[in-house]
Nanobody, 120 residues
Framework: QVQLVESGGGLAQAGGSLRLSCAAS????????MAWYRQAPGKQRELVAR???????YYADSAKGRFTISRDNNKNTVYLQMNSLKSEDTAVYYC??????????????WGQGTKVTVSS
């Protein structure tokens, strides 16, 4: 089993910053990609940012220049630094981690979600 624990959500003012963390634990042999998604009320879940094991990153257009994804492979943790927050960033943010439990047994898990509210 793999557990993901997210933290760092909350209330921020427009223009402010928040840092999200997601720590993976359990029976993990290796982790491949780690990503952050978000889902705003009434909208579909969307990819915000993704980082490979080697550090290659991808950002949604809405996140480019404002958000930074990073990871600590020793701690199996992924971070999302969010700056210059906008009201449209309000959503529940979910981390997603995929990897291998043991040879031939992949996993793909979601965190429980952490709510981010940006007030204008």
């Amino acid at each position: 089993q793999v557990q993901l624990v997210e933290s760092g959500g909350g209330l921020a003012q427009a223009g402010g910053s928040l840092r999200l963390s997601c720590a993976a634990s359990g029976s993990i042999l290796s982790i491949n990609a780690m990503a952050w998604y978000r889902q705003a009320p009434g909208k579909q879940r969307e990819l915000v940012a993704r980082i490979t094991r080697g550090g290659r990153t991808y950002y949604a257009d809405s996140a480019k220049g404002r958000f930074t994804i990073s990871r600590d492979n020793n701690k199996n943790t992924v971070y999302l630094q969010m700056n210059s927050l906008k009201s449209e960033d309000t959503a529940v943010y979910y981390c997603n981690v995929d990897g291998i439990i043991r040879i031939g047994v992949p996993f793909d898990y979601w965190g429980q979600g952490t709510k981010v509210t940006v007030s204008s």
